[in-house]
């Protein structure tokens, strides 16, 4: 089968039909050029052809031809619309969107395909990604053009960023705290929907700790040597309240060069659906700069607040735990360190404010079925911040 889409023509995709799993899926191998770039699991849904699908390891012209055989499989069965199921990955979504796929904010995308795609106004790049992005956010959350950007400014940009020219919005809520502001890339694959999920948990983060983290920032960025290779997702710094996002997470041509980071999705104790890697990003550098906070202001409380966490894993305080990863440390705090590496992440165990972060992510991004250690995190959490409810 041959992708109708534009310049990927000459990708050509194969799906191979493996077998019928136990929840009667078909499953299908994707090749490209004796390649195994893609896996599809394929049921009938109401009359449509409903498609899961796992392309970790295909490049983006590969997912475009991919969708083509996708539709091209719905047709050759006599299908009048295809559904993608929610958890695919994001840039699947975007090459979807892109083909004409509708759908909510981490939800299942469809089309009819009997139904031509609309022709994009053509509009101002920047208007674009404002309407797509107010049109994937809740009701109540608007998004502005912060100030237009500048073509000069823009190629400055790029010396201290390493974007090709970033775009300055603001989000704000129904409430009248001051907007969040962010800087996204400025360019044509800009992936709306991931920036809208960054938007939504940060909205999300601010409301719940107000007004703790309403100045903190949100930047796209390469200012360090991880963003720009793609071994690290975030950063935050104590010194300004900006949170560095890896700018694979809001535009398509940068994840798709760092293939192998970012795409996979996240283990079942780290988010659940529908929260997203970009959920718990996000949210992980939200809690560095809530933690910021409460050292500076209350210190002797956040030295409470670690202990309290270490009760948890059977010692005294959350430092015992990071240090049990030592061959002398105590029995119990190499158990605790083990714990924390099985119940959360081993990301978690490196640091204490790593692993608080870890912790608050977990709890935020597992709310509809909360492990045992984020139930824990979450009662703590309600001790110390008074007043902040159960996660989303
Ligand atoms: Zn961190």
């Not at 044509?188 to 719940?208: F, L, N, P």
């Not at 104590?238 to 795409?263: C, E, F, K, N, T």
Request: charge should be negative.
């Amino acid at each position: 089968m041959i992708s109708p889409d534009r310049d990927d023509g000459e990708i050509r995709v194969e799906l191979h039909r493996e077998l019928v799993d136990v929840h009667g899926r078909r499953l299908f191998s994707a090749w490209a050029a004796d390649r195994n770039f893609a896996r599809l699991a394929v049921t009938k849904d109401q009359g449509r052809l409903r498609v899961g699908v796992d392309d970790g390891a295909a490049t983006l012209p590969e997912r475009r031809a991919l969708l083509g055989a996708v539709m091209a499989l719905a047709t050759a069965e006599h299908l009048p619309g295809v559904v993608l199921s929610a958890g695919s990955s994001l840039l699947f979504r975007y090459v979807a969107r892109a083909g004409g796929f509708l759908g909510p904010l981490r939800g299942d995308l469809s089309r009819d395909l009997g139904i031509p795609v609309p022709v994009a106004p053509g509009d101002a790049f920047e208007d674009d990604l404002l309407r797509e992005l107010n049109a994937l956010l809740p009701e109540g959350v608007t998004v502005r053009l912060d100030r237009r950007p500048g073509r000069l400014r823009s190629w400055m940009r790029t010396a201290s960023s390493g974007v090709v020219g970033t775009v300055h919005l603001t989000a704000s809520d129904a409430s009248n705290a001051e907007p969040l502001r962010l800087a996204v890339p400025f360019e044509e694959q800009v992936m709306a929907e991931g920036v809208a999920q960054a938007i939504d948990t940060a909205i999300a983060v601010r409301a719940h700790f107000r007004p703790m983290v309403d100045d903190v920032r949100i930047f796209y960025d390469q200012s360090l040597p991880g963003l720009r290779t793609g071994s690290i997702a975030g950063a935050a710094y104590s010194s300004v309240r900006d949170i560095h996002l890896s700018p694979a997470y809001a535009s398509a041509v940068v994840m798709d060069a760092q293939r192998g980071h970012h795409q996979e999705p996240q283990p079942v104790r780290v988010a659940l659906p529908p929260f997203t890697r970009i959920d718990s990003v996000v949210a992980h550098e939200y809690w560095h700069q809530i933690e910021f906070g409460l050292e500076s202001s209350r210190y002797g409380e956040s030295v409470e607040f670690r202990r309290a966490l270490g009760g948890y894993f059977g010692v005294e305080t959350l430092e015992h735990v990071i240090k049990g990863a030592s061959k002398g440390a105590p029995p119990n705090w190499q158990e605790a360190h083990r714990r924390l590496r099985d119940e959360v992440s081993a990301y978690a165990a490196t640091a204490p404010k790593e692993a608080t972060a870890e912790l608050f992510s977990q709890w935020w991004c597992t709310g509809s079925d909360p492990p045992p250690s984020a139930r824990f995190f979450g009662e703590v959490l309600s001790r110390f911040f008074p007043g902040t409810s159960g996660p989303p």
